[in-house]
């Protein structure tokens, strides 16, 4: 489900980045994409869900434009999506 939102959130816009977060069967599941645009400014989705999930006790990554990650902690999703913000303002080229 989350990749099918990234996927059409992507598509509604070339500059959007955006991570989403859940939590399934007591794990967190995350997702995120980036739109060309953005991803031509320098955002890479993969690198933003490594750092988020490691937050959370997990792993993943994947290419700049999406990518899918887990973790076991489900309580430091807040602070998981905080690290993503972080990183990817450092990402943006302005």
């Given at each position: ?29 995350f ?32 290419r ?22 972080t ?8």
């Open positions: 489900g989350l990749r099918t939102i990234c996927d059409t959130l992507r598509d509604m816009d070339e500059t959007v980045v955006a991570v989403l977060g859940t939590i399934a069967d007591g794990k967190v599941v997702a995120a994409c980036a739109g060309k645009a953005a991803v031509k400014m320098g955002a890479h989705a993969g690198n933003l869900l490594k750092a988020a999930a490691k937050v959370c006790g997990g792993g993943g990554g994947g700049p434009n999406m990518a899918q990650a887990g973790g076991k902690l489900p309580e430091k999703i807040p602070e998981a999506l905080a690290c993503a913000k990183v990817m303002e450092k990402q943006i080229i302005k």
